[in-house]
Nanobody, 128 residues
């Protein structure tokens, strides 16, 4: 069974940090471009960050650039999202997703329409 499971969400204070993890089972992440997305209340899905197969290329949405860092450990089938300087606007459900499109660029990946697998999400709440 192919699964993608996120973890690490929770409550953080403004200015705080959280680290999200995403682990695949049933398939190896080596062959996929991976993205993190979020769904905030009353807003459309937003592409947060993407990472290429080998991790040599990373892309970020404008709202998180300079604050979030994506990374991956293919040997462990895991992808991470380090979130620093969190703001209330970062509140939402965070999903990881994978696409077989190894040539996906920033725009394609962050749009999210070509993703083949999606996790169920982990809730991040930023509040004092």
């Amino acid at each position: 069974q192919l699964q993608f499971v996120e973890s690490g969400g929770g409550l953080a204070q403004p200015g705080g940090s959280l680290r999200l993890s995403c682990e695949s089972s049933g398939f190896h992440l080596d062959y996929y471009t991976i993205g993190w997305f979020r769904q905030s209340p009353g807003k459309e899905r937003e592409g947060v960050s993407c990472v290429s197969l080998t991790g040599d290329m990373t892309w970020y949405g404008e709202s998180v650039k300079g604050r979030f860092t994506i990374s991956r450990e293919n040997a462990k089938n895991r992808v991470y999202l380090q979130m620093n300087s969190l703001q209330p606007e970062d509140t939402g459900v965070y999903f990881c997703a994978a696409t077989r499109d190894v040539f996906a660029d920033r725009a394609t990946c962050l749009e999210g329409d070509d993703m083949d697998y999606w996790g169920k999400g982990t809730l991040v709440t930023v509040s004092s």
